[in-house]
């Protein structure tokens, strides 16, 4: 399934599950992992013989699961700029990964699944790694909401250059990792 098809299929079970809510009642919750650098057979939910993800795998027997797919772009960036729009990278404005501080962004005014998820009554939020700009401080540059989402906890740009202050373990030995997450 090419990306389009997938990006039209995502769109017409979204309208069908729309046309339900009167019967429901209750619009049902819609969740879409979009995972940077996650393989077809990564998760217990996909076969893979190993890894243990029992969370996850009862959330995709409950939902909707796409097993034939490919992503637009091979970079993190350009992907999700296409998956929230359902344009190519190169018609997005996207078409690489954006550094931080640089003037790459998505297209002003694009219209994306958020949007067209508020317009149908549902409240949007986006967390983790939005990164579709050259950061949170380029104010001239489309934000999370800006991009359709009412609520957003995101990494938004390239990494930054932040802090690399360790943060200490309750044995007072430091954990691996930073404080605040760079541009986080």
Request: charged share 15%; with cysteine.
């Amino acid at each position: 399934m090419n990306f389009r098809a997938l990006t039209i299929s995502l769109m017409i079970t979204l309208l069908t599950l729309a046309g339900m809510v009167p019967a429901l009642a209750v619009q049902p919750n819609l969740v879409i992992f979009y995972v940077d650098d996650l393989g077809y057979g990564d998760l217990g939910s996909y076969g893979h013989p190993i890894v243990k993800t029992p969370n996850i795998d009862r959330l995709a027997s409950e939902g909707i699961r796409y097993t034939q797919f490919y992503a637009p772009a091979p970079l993190c960036s350009p992907s999700r700029a296409a998956m929230l729009t359902g344009r190519t990278p190169y018609r997005t404005g996207v078409r690489s990964w954006i550094p931080d501080g640089q003037d790459v962004h998505i297209g002003e005014n694009e219209i994306t699944i958020a949007h067209l998820l508020q317009e149908m009554g549902y409240q949007t939020a986006v967390m983790g790694k939005l990164h579709l700009n050259g950061g949170a401080q380029m104010k001239d540059h489309p934000q999370a909401e800006d991009l359709g989402f009412d609520h957003s906890f995101v990494i938004t740009g390239g990494w930054a250059k932040n802090t690399d202050t360790e943060a200490p373990t309750g044995d007072g030995s430091p954990r691996n990792g930073k404080i605040y997450p760079d541009n986080y």
